[in-house]
């Protein structure tokens, strides 16, 4: 071998902020604990759980912002679940429409395993934005969940943007003026 391949370091991209995701091992271990629920009245004890796992979730449990972001993680990733069972093509559609992945060629538990990955990335990075944000800050809970949510999913979970702009009845919203921006509700 040559001296230059021995002497080889590549540099590493590590988060900003230590300790705002959570280990690999943590977020497979979450991951396969969310493949475990039967449906969506468990989630919530699951999220509790994803809360107190991950050091971003840690800063968001028992703070104003908790109570929000159950109820609307609760309304986005309950259609999903259970992640498990069910026809591999629904699973493949589910996955390719939310999260753009792109699944072909794995067996259906890698499959349902993958999506699992995604959600719980989903959820962290709800919490990882809403700790960016800082935790107490001079808007309303809700609003600040729904704008975290919002810029996560832009990045995540684009499906999730084009579903809700799809579903219909949603012709009409409502808005409201915080200073130079507008903040859209119930999207």
Request: no cysteine; proline share 4%.
């Given at each position: 071998m040559t001296s230059r391949l021995l002497a080889y370091r590549p540099e590493m991209e590590l988060p900003d902020a230590p300790g705002m995701l959570p280990l690999r091992e943590d977020a497979l271990a979450l991951a396969a604990q969310l493949l475990e629920l039967q449906g969506p009245a468990q989630f919530d004890a699951f999220l509790a759980h994803q809360l107190d796992a991950t050091a971003a979730g840690q800063q968001v449990r028992g703070t104003p912002l908790e109570g929000p972001l159950r109820q609307l993680l609760g309304k986005v990733v309950a259609p999903l679940l259970p992640l498990h069972g069910g026809s591999p093509q629904a699973l493949k559609r589910r996955a390719a429409a939310i999260f753009g992945m792109e699944l072909e060629g794995l067996s259906p538990e890698d499959k349902e395993f993958?999506?699992?990955?995604?959600?719980?990335?989903?959820?962290?990075?709800?919490?990882?934005?809403?700790?960016?944000?800082?935790?107490?800050?001079?808007?309303?809970?809700?609003?600040?969940?729904?704008?975290?949510?919002?810029?996560?999913?832009?990045?995540?979970?684009?499906?999730?943007?084009?579903q809700a702009a799809q579903t219909p009845g949603r012709d009409a919203g409502h808005w409201r003026r915080e200073g130079g921006h507008i903040v859209v509700l119930d999207c």
């Open positions: 993958e999506l699992a990955r995604q959600v719980v990335h989903l959820i962290d990075a709800v919490n990882s934005a809403l700790v960016q944000d800082g935790v107490l800050g001079a808007r309303a809970p809700r609003t600040r969940v729904d704008t975290a949510l919002l810029q996560v999913a832009r990045r995540v979970a684009p499906g999730l943007l084009r």
